[in-house]
């Protein structure tokens, strides 16, 4: 369902990617330490459903959080009392994280002190996908406001990822959503996806995170 | 708040885009013909806005529709009833639609019988913002459930807007969202900017369309 990039980015550009990837793909490994990259759209809920996950976490993992938006600090503001240590990278115009900026951000981590990491992704649905960062598993994220007709109109996301998370379940009652017809769409790009379904800033309910907190906790070998 | 594009576009790609644009309006000048393209996340309901829009031109306005996609018909099927002519694109795995692609839709039109003509871009907040399509007028589309801190994350976007819409303001009571906020949010990055109200998916009760209606009226000629 997928075709080329419009976008001529040329050999060489993801040539050099996946250089920087697998060097740090590389040294993760030595460590032991995984990584998870984190893509969707602006406004899905990644960086709620850190800051819940992070809550979850807290006292059992010390995880480290690189976190990218083309401008200002508003997601690494948000999560510097939760992790271990966080970066904000500023793409300026650019539409995704690359390895070299994943890599530069993860020279200034305690790798050795850490059992996670997760990248949070630039909010966009298309062009993070093309980018390896070096990440053992990439988690794409959708959002119940977004419409249940999203996941096969954007199916290179899908192709990469190893987990679908649909947040906002907490809405459901609000909108035009069918969670059937939703996984029924996710399948239809990729049959063998897992869909955990969450609600990251339910605070007074259960926020749904027991499965993913489980995902996460499988990839940590220390 | 910009910087320069992580993907190294070359000049030549923009160039090209940029020269196939300046034909389109051109040819959209001489026959006195409006075009607006309408960007946004995906799921920030630009095909929803358009099927309200289109409800409430009916009769009126004679409207062409280029609607683009990663994958799927699903959103020229939505409008097919409703516009005076529909084309989709598929971009593949293209995060954006060019000037070139606009323009092999418009080839299919009536162009002299039509009173507007309006491209929906594909789901993305950053990647359209660069290539100029040909279009009088580009609408930037944010809606509440991605929360009132995307303006100032998203400057790219903003910076070529001539309008900015606030889609699902219905959803407010359920969301943690402050509508003064997102517009000192959007005032940061441009200030000159007028945001509309609207909330297209509302049956029941007003959907707030008269101000985006007049809008779009004031930029018929015919």
Excluded at 15 to 23: C, E, G, L, P, V
Excluded at 64 to 78: E, I, N, P, Q, Y
Excluded at 181 to 191: E, H, I, T, Y
Aim: proline content about 6%.
């Amino acid at each position: 369902m997928t075709g080329p990039l419009r976008i001529p980015l040329g050999q060489s550009v993801l040539a050099k990617n996946d250089a920087a990837a697998a060097r740090t793909r590389g040294r993760l490994a030595e460590l032991g330490l995984p990584c998870v990259n984190l893509m969707g759209s602006p406004g899905c809920g990644k960086t709620a459903l850190l800051e819940a996950t992070l809550d979850a976490l807290a006292g059992e993992l010390r995880v480290g959080v690189v976190t990218g938006d083309l401008a200002t600090a508003r997601d690494a503001d948000r999560l510097r009392d939760r992790a271990a240590v966080v970066t904000q990278i500023n793409t300026g115009g650019g539409c995704h994280l690359d390895a070299a900026q994943v890599a530069g951000g993860l020279a200034g981590f305690p790798l050795e002190d850490l059992d996670l990491v997760v990248v949070e992704n630039v909010g966009n649905l298309i062009c993070p996908a093309t980018f390896d960062l070096g990440e053992a598993r990439k988690v794409v994220v959708f959002s119940t406001p977004e419409g249940q007709d999203k996941p096969a109109k954007h199916p290179s996301a899908l192709l990469a990822a190893d987990l679908v998370l649909l947040n906002k379940v907490d809405l459901l009652p609000y909108l035009p959503f069918d969670v059937a017809a939703f996984r029924a769409d996710v399948a239809l790009v990729r049959a063998d996806l897992d869909v955990l379904e969450v609600a990251a800033t339910r605070k007074d309910d259960d926020p749904l995170l027991g499965p993913w907190l489980t995902w996460l906790r499988g990839l940590v070998t220390r």
